[in-house]
């Protein structure tokens, strides 16, 4: 055995808890973020998603047609509130699983704001983008089902790749579609994807 070689240079925290290890996971997701044929879910659609009025999800008015920004103000998009709050939710949970002395480090090194709570999934400053569509889905697969993005990214590997249930219980070691997609996972989010 030998000693690892010591550290050096300057160490800087990185914001991501979540981490998808199954292979072909990360392949599938990939080609969605790089492959032309699936521009519906890839970063930019998926902000463009997040950021559309609710006008476009709320049904018709008896009273006739409205303006998007007429009812934009009253009626948020529920997406991107979700995402608010799972952003939220990411940015709590990383900080609290440092311990004080780390907690006092990052604060006396002024690295408060890349890990604290200004911060949510992938390091995101605001709600309204998306960086790492790996990022989400393995945040959603966690148990965070207010992470539509990392839903939608479930979701369109599931659709664009995954036909059989025989292919989830290979992939998933034994979860099924329905309970993938509904977040159901839980307290199993232990299980390696």
């Known amino acids: ?16 808890i979540y981490w998808l290890t199954n292979p072909k996971l990360r392949i599938l997701i990939s080609r969605l973020e790089e ?6 879910v ?7 998603r997040l950021t559309l009025k609710a006008v476009a999800d709320s049904p018709p008015s008896s009273a006739g047609p409205t303006t998007p920004n007429a009812t934009a103000d009253t009626h948020p998009n529920p997406h991107l509130i979700s995402m608010t ?5 990411y940015a709590i ?3 609290n699983l440092l311990t004080p002395s780390d907690q006092h480090q990052i604060t006396t090194r002024g690295w408060e704001p890349s890990l604290h709570l200004a911060r949510g999934v992938a390091g995101i400053r605001r709600p309204d983008t998306v960086k790492c569509l790996h990022a989400h ?14 839903m939608w ?3 369109a590997v599931c659709d664009e790749f995954l036909g059989e249930d025989a292919e989830f219980a290979e992939m998933f070691g034994g979860i099924g579609r329905e309970e993938l997609l509904n977040g159901s996972l839980g307290v199993t ?5």
């Open 137 to 150: 889905a393995a945040h959603f697969l966690a148990g965070e089902v207010r992470n539509v993005v990392g």
């Open 42 to 48: 890839n970063v930019k659609s998926l902000e463009r």
């Open 85 to 89: 709050a799972a952003h939220r939710a």
């Open 153 to 155: 990214v479930i979701q």
């Open 35 to 40: 492959d032309p044929r699936y521009q519906h």
């Open 1 to 16: 055995l030998t000693a690892p070689a010591p550290v050096t240079g300057i160490i800087e925290p990185f914001p991501t």
């Open 93 to 95: 949970e990383r900080w």
């Open 189 to 193: 989010s232990k299980r390696t994807l």
